[in-house]
């Protein structure tokens, strides 16, 4: 038992399997590419606005990609020493700019854990508070603090490392180390339209657990529509382990996903459901 997951037992053969033909996770990786109405999400953040609730392109994401893993939980399992774990939470990473106090541009990783009971309103107040407390240009958080001190000491960084990867390897890795690092998380996702610039395809760090990486890329024309009826899409490239899901598996997790991304109003609800749910039992 690892303090983040539980190995998953009773898999085929086949799948038991893969982790041993691919033990790296850069050996087990898939691209695939795939693209967001862009006019219903930045319709849908605009109506929200008037009506007094900020959303962004981020929260929409990460709350209809949470949803679509509440209903196909193998997107939220990892490898980690050619053994299959279900992760015991939901969280995932992404990189804000900050400004230093001399004024030179840097960066930081902010996690946000997520629960069964979110909306995309409460995603996004999450998002915020996240972004709100790194972006304090004094303030470094604690994953900051903690490389920082490793990077103190000649040879310790190395030392530091090696040791969070075995321990890591072996399941021995602490709990708080796991909620620090960046790296052990459900979903690294980047927004790559906040600067403008193309998707690209990011590859899985080998390092900690992330297994699905999905860069957002600023919005294109859709080559499809007429000229006079032109609308934008926003690319998205995803990079997935295929070592924890089938192929039919991932192919009904992303058609969720692009659903709820083309209804972006279900997910002001609780995204486990539970809201529809509750009036039958108050019947009952």
């Known amino acids: 038992m690892r303090a983040d997951g539980k190995r998953v037992k009773g898999l085929s053969a086949i799948v038991q399997a893969l982790p041993h033909i691919m033990p790296r996770r850069y050996d087990a990786q898939n691209w695939s590419n795939d693209y967001i109405d862009e006019e219903i999400v930045r319709g849908y953040i605009r109506q929200k606005r008037r009506e007094g609730n900020s959303v962004t392109h981020m929260s929409v994401v990460a709350a209809a990609y949470y949803k679509a893993v509440l209903e196909n939980p193998k997107l939220n399992y990892f490898i980690m020493n050619r053994k299959i774990y279900e992760r015991n939470h939901f969280c995932f990473s992404f990189v804000i700019l900050k400004t230093r106090a001399d004024g030179t541009p840097d960066e930081t990783v902010i996690k946000v854990f997520l629960d069964p009971e979110d909306t995309v309103f409460t995603i996004t107040d999450k998002i915020k508070e996240q972004i709100d407390r790194n972006l304090v240009a004094a303030h470094n958080n604690n994953t900051d603090k903690f490389v920082n001190v490793a990077f103190s000491i000649p040879g310790l960084a190395r030392f530091v490392f090696w040791l969070a990867y075995r321990l890591d390897q072996w399941g021995l890795l602490p709990r708080k180390i796991i909620d620090l690092s960046p790296f052990h998380t459900s979903l690294f996702i980047t927004n790559l ?67 709820y991304l083309k209804t972006p109003e279900v997910l002001e609800k609780r995204l486990d459901g539970k809201d529809d749910e509750a009036p039958l039992a108050a019947e009952a």
Do not use: W
Not at 224 to 252: F, N, Q, W
């Open 193 to 259: 339209a906040s600067i403008n610039t193309n998707y690209i395809y990011h590859h899985c760090y080998e390092f900690g657990t992330t297994s699905v990486f999905v860069c957002m890329g600023k919005p294109v024309q859709d080559p499809l529509h007429p000229d006079d009826k032109r609308k934008k899409l926003m690319p998205l490239g995803v990079v997935m382990d295929e070592r924890i899901a089938t192929g039919i598996e991932y192919s009904r997790f992303f058609a969720a996903f692009l659903r």
